[in-house]
Structures are given as structure tokens and as C-alpha cells.
């Protein structure tokens, strides 16, 4: 299946669209990978000095209803780490809160 424009119907620019994993009549599961390869340190701020050290797995968020189905974006538990503060941390996606399992716009889509 075409992933060219789903990026644009989803509306998350942090977000690539790489492939359509499992339509059923009810659900869409879609998996997404960062636009960008590397975030700034929580602590000194520096993008310099970050690595990525591998994932944790996927993580599964369930985003906005497309087409009357729930959809649910797959998206990978990056590990990061910097060599300044030896500070180990996850990759923070934008759209959806810290442990969360819903993006922010599924809440605020609703009201």
C-alpha cells in the first residue's frame, strides 16, 4: 500500500510513515519511525555529544480514528545516551505523553 500521503492524514511532522502493518474493518495499525535521528540531552541540552545506543521494542499509541477505524501507530522505544553527562534516556515523542498510550490529539480531538 501507498504510504506517500498517509504522513499528511496522520498530521504528525515528527513522524515518517514506513509501512501499513495490519488493516482489519475495525483497527489500522501503522508503523512510523522519527523524522530526525537524534534529540538533545534532557540535561545539557547538546545534540553533539548524544548516541543512539538501540531500541527497547515498539511502542504502540493509539492515535485518531481514520475512516470510522481505530488507528494505532507503531513507533520504536529509541535509547539514547550522552557522552557529557553519561545520562542515559529514551527518545520523548511529541504527540504523545511520557508512558502514555494515547496521543495528545485523541484526547483533545474529542472535546
Given amino acids: 500500500m501507498q504510504t506517500q500521503y498517509i504522513n499528511e ?7 515518517h510513515v ?15 519511525t522519527p523524522v530526525s535521528l537524534l534529540q538533545s540531552c ?14 527497547n521494542g515498539t511502542r504502540t499509541v493509539r492515535h485518531l480514528s481514520v475512516f470510522k477505524r481505530k488507528s494505532f501507530l507503531h ?11 553519561h545520562t542515559g534516556f529514551g527518545w520523548i515523542y511529541e504527540f504523545v505523553g511520557h508512558k502514555q498510550r494515547y496521543s495528545k490529539m485523541e484526547k483533545t480531538f474529542g472535546k
Avoid at 492524514?9 to 513522524?15: G, H, M, Q, T, V
Avoid at 514506513?18 to 512510523?32: C, P
Avoid at 513507533?75 to 553527562?85: G, S
Fill in 9 to 15: 492524514l496522520l498530521n504528525i511532522p515528527e513522524l
Fill in 18 to 32: 514506513s509501512q501499513i502493518l495490519f488493516v482489519d474493518h475495525n483497527e489500522l495499525h501503522i508503523a512510523a
Fill in 42 to 55: 534532557s540535561i545539557c541540552l547538546s545534540v553533539q555529544h548524544v548516541i543512539r545506543k538501540g531500541t
Fill in 75 to 85: 513507533v520504536p522505544a529509541i535509547r539514547l545516551f550522552c557522552t557529557t553527562c
